[in-house]
């Protein structure tokens, strides 16, 4: 498994931890707790595990050698990167215009569903770049030894 | 010119007529009826569904093989996609925690808030990508034919 599969799984781990934390955590704190929405919204402090996917560069060391990468992994994280924010552009999409056709054009909605939005966006184009890299290299270390 | 700088110009030529009629329209609108007649105005925005037939024309030419397009215009297009999308995501961070930060946690927006921030993202991706063809390539036909 080589540098950028490691990133990619360090990644994919720390979003899924944190969206998944997140929502049990506001789930509790609605459903069995019985918080009011806007409190039980402050389990959404969990998405900052999330971050610790940035450690990635810091943990897995630049491989020894000239040659760190060639133009294959550069192909493949240009695509990767692609599907990134096609993804991310998908959610925005979904999560800008639902709310207009089911609300309806006089409705009003809270502003703090704007910074929902980009967190989704934001969480949603790491993940599947990570994704994306790990499909194109294969989930092991076949072809991306190095 | 090449291919990429002709869609880069129709691009830009589509998305500057349909401000301009916009603008002109909602303040006609808006000097006989006032708001929010005036934004009736903003249904000429329909427009910009062409580019869509901008990018369909010129990627069935390349397609069909008519237009020579090598390693380095795939390049210049990547770069322009990348330029586009770095400051969609600064559009976009901007539009969505700014409102939040001035106006506190829970103050309601308008609905149509949300659509406008999305068509205003495509829009604003489109005029870089074009421009940053434009640029790359120059802004007429040089040494790019």
């Known amino acids: 498994m080589n540098r950028i599969q490691k990133m990619a799984w360090w990644m994919a781990i720390w979003v899924s931890a944190g969206v998944t934390l997140a929502a049990i955590a506001v789930a509790i704190l609605f459903l069995v707790i019985g918080l009011p929405w806007l409190i039980a919204r402050s389990g959404q402090a969990f998405l900052g595990i999330a971050g610790l996917g940035g450690l990635a560069s810091l943990i897995f060391k630049k491989d020894k050698g000239k040659v760190t990468c060639d133009e294959r992994d550069l192909l493949i994280n240009n695509r990767a990167a692609v599907a990134g924010f096609c993804a991310a552009f998908l959610v925005t999409g979904l999560a800008c215009m639902l709310p207009f056709f089911i609300l309806g054009t006089e409705a009003t909605i809270s502003v703090a569903w704007l910074p929902d939005i980009f967190m989704a966006a934001g969480l949603t184009a790491f993940f599947v770049h990570s994704i994306a890299i790990l499909v194109q290299y294969g989930w092991g270390g076949k072809n991306g030894e190095k | ?145």
Request: net charge positive; proline share 3%.
């Open chain 2, 1 to 145: 010119m090449n291919s990429s700088q002709k869609f880069a110009w129709t691009n830009l030529f589509i998305i500057a007529i349909t401000l301009t009629l916009v603008g002109t329209t909602v303040t006609i609108l808006a000097s006989k009826h006032g708001f929010p007649q005036a934004f009736d105005g903003l249904c000429l925005f329909g427009l910009l569904g062409f580019l869509g037939i901008s990018s369909a024309v010129f990627q069935k030419k390349r397609r069909q093989g008519g237009v020579k397009f090598d390693e380095r215009d795939q390049l210049i297009y990547e770069r322009s996609l990348t330029a586009a999308y770095s400051v969609f995501w600064l559009f976009f961070a901007a539009v969505c925690m700014v409102p939040w930060f001035v106006t506190g946690l829970s103050s309601p927006i308008p609905s149509y808030t949300l659509p406008i921030i999305l068509g205003g993202g495509g829009v604003l991706v489109t005029v870089v990508q074009s421009v940053s063809i434009l640029v790359q390539y120059g802004w007429r036909a040089k040494d790019n034919e």
